[in-house]
């Protein structure tokens, strides 16, 4: 973990480079995918979803957890498989991205962020540019 200064105009960047992004949700995808099928199922994302979100999570009941993953899948499962594939994933985490970007604005922030983080990616990939 390392403190940061982000801005929106920085997670916006990132998400807007196809290379950058596609390669960061390959890698999270993967790591996800514990049965190494290609697709995220529900089981795996409850199973493994510290590996990816925030301590939001600990903080909410089982229901509100259920609830949140029922919204995920009947927004962003767009085939309607039961699963999240790589392209559905994709898309999930730039909206995520996106609603981050917006709610930072312009102004930078001092953030604590772990390692793989989006977020710490995106600090990343900024630095490599300037």
Do not use: C
Not at 32 to 49: F, I, M, P
Not at 93 to 98: G, I, V
Not at 113 to 123: E, K, P, T
Request: cysteine-free; charged content about 30%; glycine content about 6%.
């Amino acid at each position: 973990m390392s403190i940061e200064f982000v801005d929106g105009q920085t997670v916006m960047e990132f998400v807007n480079d196809p290379q950058a992004f596609e390669k960061w949700t390959n890698e999270k995808f993967k790591m996800l995918d514990a049965d190494g099928d290609g697709v995220l199922s529900r089981d795996e994302l409850q199973k493994r979803v510290g590996k990816l979100s925030s301590m939001e999570f600990d903080l909410q009941s089982k229901d509100e957890i259920n609830r949140l993953y029922d919204l995920l899948f009947n927004k962003f499962d767009i085939d309607k498989s039961g699963t999240i594939d790589p392209g559905e994933f994709r898309a999930l985490m730039k909206e995520m991205m996106l609603a981050k970007a917006r709610g930072i604005g312009n102004s930078p922030v001092s953030i604590i962020l772990h390692g793989d983080s989006l977020l710490m990616r995106a600090v990343q990939h900024a630095s490599k540019t300037i």
